[in-house]
């Protein structure tokens, strides 16, 4: 059986879709009995999807922030970049 | 998605914003941001034997910013030492102080924040949150959770224990479900 803190620190440790089937089972037997640990699955899957989904956002050129790199700073790095050839 | 030719002439122009804005939300700091990303377009430059033009250039550098942001949160862990973890304010109990065991239920969400990741004004928010956790839980998260950065290797840059991260992951978690709630779950039921 696992116990609470097993839970904890599986799911702190991997992303809950790369747990191997085994462990998968193990949580899910603790968790129709715990609902303290229940939730911070919940929670923890939660946070998981958003971080993850960030992630994706970001990687695909959608971030909020509106940062631009500074005119000035591009082209000194322009600059660089040809001396270096 | 089409792979273009390196041509560093045109990296500037083409890559720099958008490694620019990565850099910012990884570090914070403009002109950190600024350096990481000219640091990327000479090592890129540099290593541009190793591109095989099998990945598209924006991420081909975008990996090499990756990893020097990932250097500078092991250069800034090695400058400050773990911050105390009574630091982090939060209202837990004494086991999940120290050791991250849950010891009283969470509330249930107020919301279900996966129905909001269509929103452009959620992702404000969320990034938001994310920049407002102290400095050691933001880059315990981001190196964990948005990096996929595995446990060992953060707590190799981050010099912490495997205990220590384990807590650190709980606890930003937690500031972020506190601060989604009150920013975003009480306007949008
Ligand atoms: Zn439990």
Redesign the pocket.
Known sequence: MWT?KR?AKSLAETHYKGLPGRKRLGLKA?MAL?L??SRYHKDAMLMQDCAKALAEREQAGNCQLPARLPEDAKERMKRQLRDVD | METKSPNPELWVDEYGDYLYRYAVHRLRDPIVAEDAVQETFLAGIKGLDGYNGQVDVRFWLRGILRNKIIDHFRKSARETPLEDVEEYEMPDTFLMKYSGIPTRTPLPWKFDPRKSFEDVEFWKIFESCTAKLPERLRQAFTLKELEGVSSQETCEVLGISPNNLWVMIHRSRKHLKQCLEKNWGELNR
């Open positions: 609470c839970v603790h715990c303290v640990c």
